[in-house]
């Protein structure tokens, strides 16, 4: 038995509606699919008595994320975690003009992380996170070259 496919990344969102607007129209996902759940094998599963889950899954360049709103169901504050906490730390998109993308970012309802704002010479590059409105980290990289491929030396 083998492990078939890789099919999302599931994002618990507090306003799935402000979320859904962020990730499409400023990050350029595209809407696939959209799902409410409630039944009670997926309260089981979810492990939520409660629940009233509302999705959308969106796709840009291979990657498909799950947007989840639980109906005010939703645990933890929302503020970012630091970058070297254990877990899922962030999404890197490359740009082409960083002060653009962060300004729609901040209409749409992002935080900019001013301290984090780097420029490296020897890469050309311009750098800096914002967090989503509910404190997913966003790795914004302005810099020449293919953004296809990876960073660092082969393996």
């Not at 078939?4 to 129209?25: K, M, N």
């Not at 959308?56 to 799950?66: A, C, K, S």
């Not at 970012?80 to 962060?102: K, M, N």
């Amino acid at each position: 038995m083998a492990i078939q496919a890789v099919t999302h990344v599931g994002i618990c969102v507090s306003d799935l509606e402000r979320s859904r607007a962020l990730y499409r129209d400023v990050l350029g996902f595209k809407e696939l699919s959209k799902l409410a759940v409630d039944d009670d094998v997926s309260k089981k599963f979810i492990e939520l008595e409660n629940l009233k889950l509302n999705c959308v899954f969106l796709e840009r360049d291979g990657l498909r994320i799950e947007l989840m709103s639980f109906n005010g169901s939703e645990v933890g504050d929302g503020a970012s975690t630091p970058l070297y906490q254990r877990g899922l730390t962030h999404f890197c998109f490359w740009v082409d003009d960083l002060e653009t993308v962060i300004a729609k970012l901040e209409a749409a309802g992002a935080t900019v992380q001013r301290q984090t704002e780097i420029r490296n010479p020897e890469w050309n590059s311009h750098a800096i996170f914002v967090t989503d409105p509910d404190g997913v980290r966003l790795e914004l990289i302005e810099s020449p070259g293919d953004p296809t491929k990876p960073l660092g030396e082969p393996l």
